[in-house]
């Protein structure tokens, strides 16, 4: 089982679409979660921290569960600029090994 | 604030050669790690160093190694290339551990 979890999509969404996109990790040690975005053949650029309580940037919603140790993306009023790769990301930050732990990311493409 | 960079940006070598790929860490981030991307996936974590010292290390054989230079700078080294080592190496720097990780644009290696 992969240590971080995502639908690889493509998820083909209109304009002004709301779209969700889930992770899953299996590693309850997990301390840090993050969105990343990377835009083909890029670098991962950070769209987001995940707070327990939940956290909003824009149109930009991440909500972390950590018992059910689920994450999710909410990106509302899609833009033709959202289209890209997201990345659930997560960071164990035991000692030895303070690294992040990606998933295989899941691809948006937004239409005109 | 200079970024981080990394060189070179694009590199073909064949079967069973050694390959050295440099980083240079933004400035003031004293953390470097290093991650394979394939064609595909997300990004698997090779390596990090933390002053100058390797403080974490993934799945990955004995022929990948590295350095962590005085200035924080790095090198990543890898032995008896394999086709399967065909992918996006990408550097990423931070302040301190686990936080704050910003990539480099990426080294694409090509074994054939």
């Known amino acids: 089982r992969k240590e971080v979890e995502q639908d690889p999509g493509p998820f083909n969404v209109p304009e002004g679409a709301t779209v969700a996109f889930n992770c899953t990790y299996s590693n309850s040690a997990s301390q840090s979660f993050f969105w990343y975005r990377q835009d083909c053949r890029k670098e991962p650029k950070l769209l987001m921290s995940v707070y327990s309580s939940g956290n909003e940037d824009g149109r930009f919603t991440a909500q972390l569960n950590r018992a059910s140790q689920y994450i999710s993306l909410l990106i509302r009023d899609s833009k033709l600029s959202d289209s890209a790769t997201y990345l659930c990301?997560?960071?164990?930050?035991?000692?030895?090994?303070?690294?992040?732990?990606f998933g295989s990311g899941t691809r948006l493409q937004v239409q005109p | 604030e200079t970024g981080v960079t990394q060189s070179p940006t694009h590199l073909i070598k064949t079967r069973g050669q050694q390959v050295t790929l440099r980083c240079s860490s933004q400035?003031?981030?004293?953390?470097v790690s290093w991650y394979q991307q394939a064609l595909g996936q997300g990004p698997q974590f090779i390596f990090q160093y933390y002053r100058e010292e390797e403080n974490g290390r993934g799945n990955f054989p004995p022929r990948f190694s590295g350095l962590q230079f005085p200035n924080y700078s790095s090198e990543l080294n890898v032995n008896a290339l394999e086709l399967d080592d065909s992918a996006l190496y990408l550097c990423?720097?931070?302040?301190?551990?686990?936080?704050?990780?910003?990539f480099g644009s990426g080294t694409r290696l090509t074994i054939v």
């Open positions: 400035s003031g981030h004293n953390t």
């Open positions: 990423a720097s931070s302040r301190t551990e686990g936080y704050g990780y910003t």
């Open positions: 990301v997560v960071n164990i930050g035991d000692t030895g090994r303070r690294a992040l732990t």
